[in-house]
């Protein structure tokens, strides 16, 4: 029997399992060429649904209507509890809340611009927190923001921070150019942070 | 495996070892045959095992299941400005403190370590899973606790397990995100049970590496790994005391000794 007939004998007892490993981890390699190359759909799909309106305006959110009706700045704001100074500026945004559920609220501020950046609430605060459903709240937040003009900046508002997968937020057009900016690290406040007040008043 | 299996291979390692003397070159390739034959008429599983176990002691040479070696930090000086990947770090000043203010409780037994320095976040969105407390470790300082009031105080080997609370310096509240495009002064707080702080404290920063995690797929800034460090005095300061408190013959009335 020449060699290369008991090499074939050899690789022909354990040709099956030598093969089937070897197709095996070839699938595994191709499998994940495929799923690095291919574009990430779970991120599109679960991306939070974007309601945009404007200041003075209600936005229908899952979690109540919300309606911006004022947005300030300064350079330091205080609440009962504590104050905070900067050497940005803190952006307040007056809110005024209609819960449609027990589970509402707005844990999630932030400003964003057309360049990816995101400022979120950070050392800033909610105040719109534990409303009673279908009981109108008049609450603020307070972001914390660079001493320089942010174009096409936007106030972003979401029920929570923890989980937006699914979730809907509202989103509305801000104006922060140099002349914004300047009047409000040109005002020293503080901004008064009352704790949130329910009713129609 | 019965014993003329165990036997076959270690004849086999002999002959290959010492032939037999005369008409050795013969004798070398019938044993380097019979070698052959019978690691081929070995089970596959069991080759396959000899396989691996071949390929761990291989990594004994090259430093086998030790960790891997840090690379060289780099040394820097107070008010230098050390890039950690999400933030830009200076280091200015050491402090100790019985008290270092209001909001802070009286240590009995110890004192705060305050490393004071400047943070700005340069990554596009907000910081907010604690990187601004993992940019900055003491190393070498016996006594430090493990996070703010936990009472789990770390002898000197573990001291680079001891985190900060971090403090905005302008109003004294906590540092628990970091906004983009913004330089605050900030303090590096740790407690340390010592009867003295140390007199000098090597500083080290840490920088991070942006990647996904594996385990449940989050993209962010992770590794905080030892990059820079400097060694700087410690200068010990009176502690805070209440406005119109009598102060104590070993304390100063100066209040907010933060700085």
């Given at each position: 029997m020449s060699a290369a007939d008991v090499w074939r004998r050899w690789l022909g007892g354990r040709g099956r399992s030598l093969g089937a490993g070897v197709l095996i981890l070839a699938s595994l390699a191709v499998g994940r060429v495929i799923t690095d190359r291919l574009?990430?759909?779970?991120?599109?799909?679960?991306?939070?649904?974007?309601?945009?309106?404007?200041?003075?305006?209600?936005?229908?959110?899952?979690?109540?209507?919300?309606?911006?009706?004022?947005?300030?700045?300064?350079?330091?704001?205080?609440?009962?509890?504590?104050?905070?100074?900067?050497?940005?500026?803190?952006?307040?945004?007056?809110?005024?809340?209609?819960?449609?559920?027990?589970?509402?609220?707005?844990?999630?501020?932030?400003?964003?611009?057309?360049?990816?950046?995101?400022?979120?609430?950070?050392?800033?605060?909610?105040?719109?927190?534990?409303?009673?459903?279908?009981?109108?709240?008049?609450?603020?937040?307070?972001?914390?923001?660079?001493?320089?003009?942010?174009?096409?900046?936007?106030?972003?508002?979401?029920?929570?921070?923890?989980?937006?997968?699914?979730?809907?937020?509202?989103?509305?057009?801000?104006?922060?150019?140099?002349?914004?900016?300047?009047?409000?690290?040109?005002?020293?406040?503080?901004?008064?942070?009352p704790l949130a007040t329910l009713g129609d008043s | 495996m019965t014993v003329r299996k165990v036997r076959a291979p270690l004849r086999l390692l002999m002959l290959c070892a010492v032939g037999s003397g005369e008409g050795r070159s013969g004798n070398a390739r019938g044993s380097i045959g019979r070698a052959v034959v019978w690691v081929r008429d070995r089970p596959l599983k069991q080759l396959a095992a000899w396989l691996g176990a071949l390929a761990l002691a291989l990594t004994a040479p090259f430093g086998g299941w030790a960790d891997a070696s840090h690379p060289p930090m780099t040394v820097v000086t107070a008010d230098q400005v050390v890039k950690t990947g999400p933030i830009d770090v200076t280091i200015t000043r050491i402090r100790a403190n019985t008290r270092p203010g209001e909001t802070f409780a009286a240590m009995e037994d110890g004192q705060y370590l305050l490393v004071f320095g400047t943070a700005r976040g340069t990554a596009k969105t907000t910081l907010t899973n604690g990187e601004l407390a993992d940019a900055i470790r003491l190393d070498g300082v016996p006594g430090l606790e493990k996070s703010f009031y936990t009472n789990d105080y770390l002898p000197v080997t573990k001291a680079m397990s001891a985190k900060p609370t971090v403090y905005a310096?302008?109003?004294?509240?906590?540092?628990?995100?970091?906004?983009?495009?913004?330089?605050?002064?900030?303090?590096?707080?740790?407690?340390?049970?010592?009867?003295?702080?140390?007199?000098?404290?090597?500083?080290?920063?840490?920088?991070?590496?942006?990647?996904?995690?594996?385990?449940?797929?989050y993209t962010g800034w992770l590794d905080p790994t030892p990059t820079a460090h400097l060694r700087l005095p410690v200068e010990v300061r009176p502690p805070w005391v209440k406005p119109g408190a009598t102060p104590s013959p070993a304390a100063s009335p100066t209040p907010a000794a933060t700085s």
């Open positions: 574009p990430d759909a779970e991120s599109v799909i679960e991306k939070p649904i974007e309601r945009r309106g404007v200041i003075g305006t209600p936005i229908a959110l899952r979690i109540g209507d919300v309606t911006v009706t004022e947005v300030t700045g300064a350079t330091s704001w205080a609440s009962v509890s504590e104050g905070k100074r900067t050497q940005g500026v803190w952006l307040a945004a007056s809110i005024d809340l209609l819960p449609s559920r027990r589970e509402s609220g707005l844990s999630y501020a932030a400003v964003r611009d057309s360049s990816g950046h995101v400022w979120e609430l950070g050392r800033g605060e909610s105040t719109c927190k534990a409303p009673i459903a279908g009981v109108p709240m008049h609450c603020q937040v307070l972001i914390e923001l660079p001493r320089r003009p942010i174009s096409n900046a936007e106030l972003v508002l979401r029920w929570t921070n923890f989980d937006d997968r699914f979730d809907d937020q509202a989103v509305l057009p801000l104006t922060l150019d140099q002349a914004t900016i300047d009047t409000w690290a040109g005002t020293e406040g503080p901004i008064k942070v | 310096v302008e109003d004294s509240t906590l540092m628990t995100a970091l906004v983009p495009d913004l330089t605050y002064e900030v303090a590096w707080v740790w407690r340390q049970q010592a009867a003295a702080p140390p007199s000098s404290i090597d500083v080290q920063v840490q920088g991070f590496t942006w990647r996904q995690r594996s385990l449940d797929d």
